[in-house]
Nanobody, 116 residues
Framework: QVQLVESGGGLVQPGGSLRLSCAAS????????MGWYRQAPGKQRELVAT???????DYADSVKGRFTISRDNAKNTVYLQMNSLKPEDTAVYYC??????????WGKGTLVTVSS
């Protein structure tokens, strides 16, 4: 079992920045990939960024050049640095972890609101 807890969400003005954190606990040795997803009101959950065990990253086109995913293995934490935020980035952001056997775990999410 893996537990994920997100933090760092909040209200920010357009053009601003936020850094989200996802702290993992439990059977963290089993985790291969981690990622961030988001779900805006009335929309489906979508991929934002992923980071695999080899260090490769992938981003949604809508966030490329603005968001950066990173991992601190010593702290068992994954981060999402979000810069140049736009109102359309408003969503609940979820952390995700995938084990080698495909098992998926999700955090409860953290709300990001981009508004003036």
């Amino acid at each position: 079992q893996v537990q994920l807890v997100e933090s760092g969400g909040g209200l920010v003005q357009p053009g601003g920045s936020l850094r989200l954190s996802c702290a993992a606990s439990g059977s963290i040795f089993s985790i291969n990939d981690m990622g961030w997803y988001r779900q805006a009101p009335g929309k489906q959950r979508e991929l934002v960024a992923t980071l695999n065990s080899g260090g490769s990253t992938d981003y949604a086109d809508s966030v490329k050049g603005r968001f950066t995913i990173s991992r601190d293995n010593a702290k068992n934490t994954v981060y999402l640095q979000m810069n140049s935020l736009k109102p359309e980035d408003t969503a609940v952001y979820y952390c995700n972890a995938r084990e080698a056997d495909g098992m998926l775990y999700w955090g409860k999410g953290t709300l990001v609101t981009v508004s003036s």
